[in-house]
């Protein structure tokens, strides 16, 4: 395996909009707990079809006026180039200068893409219309995209998003540190260097894992499957597990070269504290 130390090491979070009033307040706590280990950019996601696009656009603009970049996913699909148009003039009227560009899920019900199929679409668009206002982070799949034919078919989709334009990716999150190292070879095989972050997400609870895994194509080993039912009911002992278990993973995947990490925080801070409390990490704080 080769050494994959060329970018600095950089910390990311990030959040889903808030529905209620209540989610609102706790996410701005959630934020300032986070905000303390002075991560690169908090990022928001966008639901499925746009539907939480102007909760997004609120969520970013609410962090970035705490001084704190803020990267709103962007999802293209069933969306118009018309209607992206306009979200890109808003975010840059409101200076913000990163975006992570994904495909996103049809909405149930809707059959037609729209004019954007794929993400590597939507970053040529980004480019064409707005140059080099943004940074583009786009999504990477290790374990393989779920929807993907093939393994090879899914390289090469990751592939047109950098050529088209992308500075950075951000994985599916993993157990498998080995499916990440061997996703950088192969990309470093076929001359991608953008920074590949891994995106980590904490156990805190089995069966919700075991849902967002089905739906995202994340693989969860047997060993630890088997580990996580153990525990039965017992919460604690699942989050103290989890956090042992992944900040092994982090400790390794930093150790060997990675870019930094990404946290799929869930709208909590706990978690996430933990493991980087567990790993040390100096903050400039």
Not at 52 to 73: C, M, W
Not at 82 to 100: H, M, W
Not at 250 to 275: E, S
Request: negative net charge; hydrophobic residues 40%.
């Amino acid at each position: 395996m080769t050494s994959h130390n060329k970018h600095p090491q950089l910390f990311s979070f990030e959040f889903y909009p808030p529905k209620t009033e209540e989610g609102v307040v706790s996410l701005q706590s959630v934020r300032n707990q986070l905000a303390a280990l002075k991560p690169d950019f908090f990022s928001v996601t966008f639901g499925a079809g746009g539907s939480t696009r102007d909760k997004t656009l609120d969520t970013v603009i609410d962090i970035q006026s705490k001084g704190i970049l803020a990267a709103p996913h962007l999802s293209c699909v069933g969306s118009t180039k018309d209607n992206i148009r306009t979200i890109l003039k808003n975010y840059q009227d409101n200076g913000i200068s990163k975006i992570v560009a994904l495909r996103g899920d049809l909405p149930s019900g809707m059959l037609s893409a729209g004019e954007f199929r794929y993400a590597n679409e939507l970053v040529d668009f980004i480019r064409a219309e707005t140059g080099d206002d943004f940074q583009i982070h786009v999504a990477a799949y290790p374990e393989v995209h779920p929807q993907a034919s093939s393994a090879a078919e899914d390289f090469k989709n990751f592939k047109r998003k950098v050529d088209a334009g992308a500075n950075a990716a951000i994985t599916q999150y993993f157990y498998n540190a080995d499916a990440y190292f061997y996703f950088l070879d192969t990309c470093e095989k076929n001359g991608i260097n953008i920074p590949i972050v891994p995106g980590i997400m904490p156990i805190t609870q089995y069966a919700q894992l075991f849902r967002f895994s089905e739906m995202c194509g994340a693989d969860i080993p047997r060993w630890l499957r088997k580990r996580l039912e153990g525990f039965g009911d017992d919460r604690a002992s699942i989050q103290a597990f989890g956090a042992e278990l992944v900040t092994q993973l982090c400790q390794r995947l930093l150790n060997n070269g990675a870019p930094g990490l990404h946290f799929y925080t869930m709208n909590q801070a706990a978690p996430t504290l933990a493991i980087l409390n567990n790993l040390e990490l100096k903050t400039d704080a």
